[in-house]
């Protein structure tokens, strides 16, 4: 077995794409996406403004959404130059103020605000949504609790009109909508599982384009397997592992559980990333295709992951495609540890999830078989004749 690492360590020192794949792409994938979400929230969103109206109360409530550290107002004069803008990705979202706005709040109407936002962009897109919302209601209800007051009503009895019913909402595991806490972890893994598969599928492709396919089946196919597992699932651990350092100790973002039940996930999660592209890799025995089938089934990992988007309201096609991606299993042990600190109990229970990868081996071993067959030089023995 010695003899065997020795063998796969030598091929990755003289392979560059691939000792880059286990240094320095890592780190620049790592960090420059830490530097992407370091601003933790969106600021400054552009806005479309449509002021229909043109009156005191329409200029209130552009000054109350100019306000809001999210909200940046851009005026247009008409709809559909608003709209264009939506379109082209100028401007997030669109607030229309209509005519006769103010008329209608003094005689008791009930005008509609017309509030649309470009739901492509989905955080930002709900982020826009309820900070418009909010700061309009700010702004409406100085307005009515004037109108209230000059009808007579007592402040005290004006306030509790205006509040009869007073809601709070706090999000328990990340108390600032930090995007940071929220997004960055999940990105990170399926960008480590997307790197994971590409090292292990390009340590297995090396033996087709080097055409030692013969000598890997002559050494055993199991040994030289395990030497490969034994090579790379350290390295890859060990991004894992500057990974959680990055986010829970240098960040510092709240971490309930142990860093010990994440790294054993991890572990997991790449046994079954293996095991995946093993049978890809002796199903269709062809570079590129096996690198192009992997990237095909692993890109979709982040928003299969649930963070995003519920899975259970995906398509039953979707959903039994994310219980093929190891993340997708991994996932809900990061949550149960980073934010309810669960017991190692559970974390058996979720290891018990990848059990479905198992009936992977003897799939694995049938095709190795096969191509160990089709392989194999045919020795043709001499006849009498010729051997007199």
């Known amino acids: 077995m010695k003899q065997l690492i020795k063998r796969e360590l030598h091929a990755l020192w003289h392979d560059p794409w691939q000792l880059a794949l286990v240094s320095y792409i890592p780190l620049v994938g790592i960090f420059g996406l830490w530097w992407l979400f370091s601003a933790g929230l969106p600021r400054q969103l552009p806005v479309a403004i449509v002021d229909q109206d043109q009156s005191q109360i329409s200029r209130m409530l552009v000054r109350q959404l100019t306000a809001s550290s999210v ?226 089934l692993f890109a979709p990992a982040f928003p299969f992951m649930g963070i995003t988007f519920p899975t259970q309201d995906m398509p039953q096609l979707a959903q039994w495609w994310r219980l093929l991606m190891p993340s997708s299993h991994y996932i809900d042990t990061h949550v149960g540890v980073v934010s309810y600190g669960q017991s190692f109990a559970t974390f058996i229970q979720q290891v018990v999830s990848y059990w479905g990868y198992l009936l992977l081996i003897p799939l694995i071993v049938f095709l190795a078989r096969r191509v160990k067959r089709t392989t194999n030089p045919i020795t043709v023995q001499p006849s009498s004749s010729e051997a007199s």
């Not at 979202?93 to 008791?108: C, I, S, W």
């Not at 572990?267 to 995946?276: K, T």
Request: charged share 10%; net charge positive; hydrophobic share 50%.
């Open 71 to 296: 909200i940046t107002p851009i005026h247009y004069q008409d709809i559909n130059s608003a709209k264009a803008s939506m379109e082209k990705a100028e401007t997030y979202a669109m607030v229309v103020l209509p005519f006769q706005l103010n008329r209608d709040l003094l005689t008791g109407h009930q005008p509609s605000i017309d509030i649309r936002y470009n739901s492509q962009y989905l955080l930002v897109g709900k982020l826009l949504s309820s900070q418009i919302q909010l700061s309009l209601a700010d702004g409406l209800k100085s307005k009515a609790l004037i109108k209230q007051l000059a009808a007579g009503v007592p402040m005290a009895q004006a306030e509790v009109n205006l509040n009869l019913v007073k809601t709070q909402i706090s999000a328990l595991y990340n108390a600032n909508s930090n995007y940071v806490v929220f997004l960055l972890p999940p990105v990170l893994i399926a960008l480590g599982q997307l790197l994971a598969m590409l090292v292990f599928a390009n340590s297995l492709n090396r033996e087709l384009r080097l055409s030692t396919l013969q000598e890997w089946f002559s050494l055993g196919t199991r040994r030289v397997l395990w030497a490969k597992i034994l090579v790379y699932t350290p390295l890859i651990v060990l991004q894992g592992r500057l990974i959680l350092t990055l986010l829970y100790q240098y960040l510092g973002l709240p971490l309930a559980g142990e860093f010990g039940q994440l790294l054993l996930a991890q572990i997991v999660m790449l046994l079954a990333v293996w095991l995946l592209v093993l049978t890809i890799f002796f199903l269709l025995q062809d570079s590129a295709r096996v690198v192009s089938f992997c990237t095909a």
